[in-house]
């Protein structure tokens, strides 16, 4: 059974930085890339980027680009968002989700997702 | 970017009723549309891509279809357990983009 499960909730100062991470299993890790969706409390779905985890290339949507990293672990097969320089428009739940090589963008499984709450 | 302008954003049914749910791209997505279901609380779970393939294990009372600009999905026979919020997804152009959602309730 494919499982992609994430790390628990956090709370982040302003201006401080977490790191969010998705262990996966069931599914041959490096087959698949590892995207990241935002979703902000009670709104839509926004794309972040993905990973390659067999290469590590990313790509990011330009939004983004300044504000998380993406990171993988191929021995742990653990995927990692970061999110820097924390300000209340990062408050949100988090979801990795895994698609395949061959369409980047169609995510087939997701993660449980993963809030992050920034608050003084 | 592409915008998917997704209507409606609500959605009231009774039980057994068919819906439908649209989604107009900002420019020609070539079908690359895929269509999400998301429970309270619960990660997206992917229905449909490329329009119209149901995904294994996706009931056959979902359905999407469309061209160009313009995609439907719909449900024939609503059940309870339909009672969701869907999503569309281009991702002909990057970034990927979502719809607004549409949140369908039980009238």
């Known amino acids: 059974e494919v499982q992609l499960q994430q790390s628990g909730p956090e709370v982040g100062r302003p201006g401080s930085s977490v790191k969010i991470s998705c262990k996966a299993s069931?599914?041959?890790?490096?087959?698949?890339?590892m995207n990241w969706v935002k979703q902000s409390p009670g709104q839509g779905l926004e794309w972040i980027g993905w990973?390659?985890?067999?290469?590590?290339?990313?790509d990011y949507a330009e939004k983004f680009k300044k504000k998380a990293t993406l990171t993988a672990d191929t021995s742990s097969n653990t995927a990692y968002i970061q999110l820097s320089s924390l300000t209340s428009e990062d408050t949100a739940t988090y979801f990795c989700?895994?698609?395949?090589?061959?369409?980047?963008?169609?995510?087939?499984?997701w993660g449980q997702g993963a809030s992050v709450t920034v608050s003084s | 970017d592409i915008q998917m302008t997704q209507s409606p954003p609500s959605l009231s049914a009774s039980l057994g009723d068919k819906v439908t749910i649209t989604c107009q791209a900002s420019?020609?997505?070539?079908?690359?549309i895929a269509w999400y279901q998301q429970k309270p609380g619960k990660a997206p779970r992917l229905l449909i891509r490329y329009t119209s393939t149901l995904e294994s294990g996706t009931p056959s009372r979902f359905s999407g279809s469309g061209s160009g600009r313009d995609y439907s999905f719909s449900i024939s026979n609503v059940e309870s357990e339909d009672i969701a919020s869907y999503y569309c997804l281009q991702y002909d152009n990057l970034p990927p983009t979502f719809g607004g959602g549409t949140k369908l309730e039980l009238k």
């Open positions: 990973i390659d985890p067999e290469y590590g290339s990313t």
């Open positions: 420019q020609n997505i070539n079908k690359y």
């Open positions: 989700a895994r698609a395949y090589t061959t369409d980047y963008y169609v995510m087939d499984a």
């Open positions: 069931g599914y041959t890790f490096t087959d698949y890339v």
